[in-house]
């Protein structure tokens, strides 16, 4: 069984900053590429940042050069850094990742989501 947890959501005035996680839990033998997700209600989710694991990263046009993403492979974690936030990030976030949970093949896992809410 794999688990996804995601937290550091929470609410945060304009120009602020937020942190945050993702944690993978369970039997994990790999995980491959991790990502940020965020949706508002109504609209399509939308990829906010990639992470492959070896580090490389991809962000949305969005949040390109305010937003970090990071990831620990030892702990099968995950940190998303949100500098200069706006009321256009405010939305739920989620956690994706591609894990092999034994050995055989990869799937997609998500985790259920945190709000963040940017407004004064």
């Known amino acids: 069984q794999v688990h996804i947890v995601e937290s550091g959501g929470g609410l945060v005035q304009p120009g602020g900053s937020l942190r945050l996680s993702c944690a993978a839990s369970g039997t994990i033998v790999s995980i491959s590429t991790m990502r940020w997700y965020r949706q508002v209600p109504g609209k399509q989710r939308e990829m906010v940042a990639t992470?492959?694991?070896?580090?490389?990263?991809v962000y949305g046009n969005s949040v390109k050069g305010r937003f970090t993403i990071s990831r620990d492979n030892a702990n099968n974690t995950m940190s998303l850094q949100m500098n200069s936030l706006g009321p256009e990030d405010t939305a739920v976030y989620y956690c994706?990742?591609?894990?092999?949970?034994?050995?055989?093949?990869?799937?997609?896992?998500w985790g259920q989501g945190t709000q963040v809410t940017v407004s004064s």
């Open positions: 994706n990742a591609d894990i092999k949970p034994s050995l055989g093949a990869f799937y997609v896992y």
């Open positions: 992470i492959s694991s070896g580090g490389v990263a």
